[in-house]
């Protein structure tokens, strides 16, 4: 039998495993070593080391009673569950718990697409639902919708929009969790309840009207532990007649500031409809010592210094990124509007880089190389090899700031970041920021993780500084891997934590028992408050 | 096979779910549905077009994959895995293994080995294997294949009547391992577990429609 969670008597533990068998069936709870090892986050920053987090065992349900049914046990014996869709996401912790000793609750049996509606341009999934499966479901039914995907697309749509991912397409899509319409959640008491429309019966506007009546409940159900959503309805893309890929880039560093401005006034009026990526070609991972050396400098380098190293390389400092959708004749004027905005500043070149008219062929699809900007699920960034002597890009942590969307302050932070990546002796890895969200840019840093202990303690030095110092500059993350998150709930301490304070008296009226997903995003059970 | 929508709408789900991971094991056929080791290789680089022939001469079916391992999974390789686990082997670099390893998972099939083949300054190849024990004496015969070493490679996972099951317990591969070899290729195998063992994957890919 597996090591019970902490503070749990291994015949207790065994009781509710038992007890959990007759629900679920034998075959469905997880107990030895080797299954149990599955659930480890093969990118853990703690890897090998005594604070590493494991389950104690998995569990696999098929339905909503099945799970209310082990929540309720779980109550009985204060059995720690730790619900996962795909369990994929590697950067923020995979399906390794917060808690050690939690049991997985593995929701991919759970892995029915219960409707897609074309007229209404919806969809009803289950947690076990992957990208992958909803876009060949599309495909293969011939429904001119698109998803909206994460990248990698190995994720689940539930799992990915209640951790509040992002994707590439148009804004009503690609903030995940801003793009669903309805929920239902097994609470944490065993109740089973419907958001928005869906708790009135006979709605016929669960997935097209968010907000029901009452309160509106649904975000404190994302990056949280109130209870175990089993179905969330999502808006999809209808696939537009064409779609225009464009870059933009400008050749000093500076010139960002006026690229900024200007994109973002081009995506505030929907001219721009997609993502927009911003990076630097010239900030990258190479070794190169002049770049090392302005790149750590902490802001000392001037914008002279690195014009000059930017015209010796012969290539722009920036280079944006962005798609446009629709009508081919509205495409064209958004495209010409854009160049108008944006044509001031100083080397501006403009360049199509792809244009497609839809559907695609399973062939043209196939050979598409930004395949998430069309909705199409893609592993692409787990790229075939490495580049001769560049570093290996995985495994690795996601810091994930935001900022306001200007340059100046995209500047400020890699001349913050690279300083702090230097300091400890590492290459910055900074290249841009991304514009899942209308009004913020996330700025994604990969931060190594190894396989021992030494490199994995410089490593969560080098997290911790970049977390705490951003926050102080004013730009705390969106998002932050299982082991960090009590780190990252302390940078949102306004008024001596008084959100903390109001996420744990949540806690204790809607889950006493501490059963679900305990610690996670730092909310912990009262029994379980500055133990664990 | 019951197209997903289909299976929904007869409300089959639950009724057919109830196969034991005693069973799916059972299913796990050593090799494809029709027989076949599958095989997989990167068409990125030479090593992996000269396993994949090789391989293709001794009459395994091969597919080959380039950067984007997701469509392959998508279109091809997840559709045949749910009529049931079977083996795989292949030559690629290490974060297409990587992905293939974890998403394998979800499928009851298990790492059995690598070897890693990373180039030495010298040019020549330095081949190691981490696996099955009894296996150890293959990298001895990969050196001896000198600078065929691939084709060698293919004859051994393609050899045998039953592919090796999986014998210990692997962590997905440690791509940051190799960071001093970051161009190494690896040949591997994935495979489903023993008859009745316990393993979530096999499991769990025994509910999917």
């Known amino acids: ?65 099945e ?23 590697l950067t923020y912790g995979g399906s390794a718990p917060v808690y050690s000793g939690s049991v997985v609750l593995d929701l991919k049996r759970m892995n029915r697409i219960l409707d897609v509606n074309e007229r209404d341009k919806t969809c009803l999934v289950e947690p076990g639902v992957s990208y992958f499966d909803m876009y060949r479901h599309l495909r293969t039914n011939n ?78 159900f994302s990056q949280s532990n109130f209870g175990i959503v089993t179905k969330m309805g999502f808006w999809l893309m209808e696939e537009p007649e064409a779609a225009l890929q464009v870059s933009v880039t400008v050749p000093k560093r500076r010139d960002v500031v006026p690229l900024l401005d200007g994109l973002h006034s081009l995506m505030c009026a929907h001219t721009i409809p997609s993502q927009t990526t911003v990076a630097s070609p010239i900030m990258n991972g190479s070794a ?104 290996p890009s995985e495994g690795h942590l996601d810091f994930s700031p935001m900022i306001p969307p200007r340059g100046e302050e995209l500047i400020a932070l890699a001349d913050t970041t690279g300083k702090i990546y230097g300091d400890l002796g590492l290459i910055p890895t900074f290249v841009g920021g ?34 705490r110092t951003c926050t102080d500059r004013g730009w705390p993350i969106y998002r932050i891997h299982a082991h960090f998150q009590a780190l990252g709930m302390q940078m949102f301490g306004f008024n001596d934590g008084a959100l903390h304070r109001l996420h744990e008296t949540l806690k204790d009226a809607i889950d006493p028992n501490g059963v679900v997903s305990p610690g996670r995003y730092s909310i912990w059970p009262k029994h379980l408050r500055g133990r664990a | 096979m019951l197209s997903r929508r289909a299976f929904v709408e007869a409300g089959a789900a639950l009724a057919a779910l109830a196969a034991s991971r005693a069973r799916a094991a059972e299913h796990a056929n050593q090799r494809a549905p029709d027989g076949q080791l599958r095989v997989i290789i990167d068409r990125s680089f030479d090593e992996g077009l000269a396993f994949g022939a090789a391989a293709e001469r001794r009459g395994a079916h091969v597919d080959a994959v ?123 195998m994935i495979a489903p577990p023993p008859v009745g063992a316990t393993l979530v994957g096999a499991a769990l890919a025994a509910t999917r429609p």
């Open chain 1, 1 to 65: 039998m597996p090591n019970p969670p902490p503070g749990l008597s291994q015949r207790d533990f065994n009781t509710a495993l038992g007890r959990i068998e007759e629900v679920v069936g034998r075959e469905w709870v997880f107990k030895s070593d080797a299954d149990v090892a599955l659930y480890r986050d093969a990118y853990s920053p703690l890897w090998g080391e005594s604070e590493e987090r494991f389950a104690s065992a998995a569990v696999a349900p098929i339905s909503v009673e």
């Open chain 1, 67 to 89: 799970i209310r049914a082990v929540v309720r046990i779980a109550n009985e014996y204060r059995l720690p569950l730790y619900p996962i869709s795909t369990g994929r996401n």
């Open chain 1, 143 to 220: 429904i001119r919708l698109w998803i909206d995907t994460a990248d990698p697309g190995w994720g689940g749509l539930i799992g990915n929009a209640l951790d509040r991912g992002g994707g590439y397409t148009g804004i009503d899509y690609r903030d995940h969790f801003d793009a669903h319409c309805g929920m239902e959640v097994v609470l944490a008491n065993g109740d089973l309840v419907r958001l928005g429309m869906g708790a009135s019966p006979q709605a016929k506007t669960w997935q097209l009207f968010k907000y029901g009546l009452g309160p509106w409940l649904d975000g404190i």
């Open chain 1, 288 to 391: 190169d010592p002049e770049l090392v050396r302005l790149r750590t400098s902490g802001g000392t380098a001037s914008d002279a210094d690195w014009d000059r190293y930017t015209a010796a390389q012969g290539r722009p400092f920036w280079s944006s990124a962005f798609i446009y959708y629709g009508a081919q004749k509205v495409i064209a004027a958004q495209w010409e509007h854009t160049k108008d905005r944006l044509a001031s500043i100083a080397g501006v070149q403009f360049r199509e880089t792809a244009s497609y008219t839809f559907p695609l062929s399973d062939g043209q699809a196939e050979a598409v190389p930004d395949k998430p900007r069309l909705g199409i699920p893609s592993l692409n960034l787990f790229s075939s090899r490495n580049a001769p002597g560049a570093q």
């Open chain 1, 434 to 467: 991304l514009m899942f969200h209308p009004r913020t840019m996330i700025c994604f840093h990969a931060v190594p993780t190894y396989r021992n202990a030494a490199d994995n303690q410089r490593t969560r030095r080098l997290f911790e500084t970049l977390v």
């Open chain 2, 66 to 188: 380039d950067a984007d391992l997701g469509s392959f999974w998508m279109r091809t390789l997840e559709p045949r895995l749910r009529h049931g686990p079977f083996a795989l082997a292949g030559l690629t670099a290490g974060a297409p293994l990587f992905c293939l390893e974890l998403l394998c998972r979800d499928y009851g099939l298990t790492t059995v080995y690598r070897i890693e083949h990373a180039r030495r300054p010298d040019g020549g190849v330095r081949h190691t294997l981490t696996g099955d024990p009894a296996l150890d004496g293959w990298t001895e015969r990969l050196a001896a294949a000198g600078a065929q070493w691939a084709a060698g490679a293919a004859e051994l996972a393609t050899s045998g009547a039953a592919v090796p099951r999986p014998t210990i317990a692997l962590e997905p591969l440690d791509l940051r391992a190799h960071e001093h070899s970051a161009q190494s290729l690896f040949t591997w």
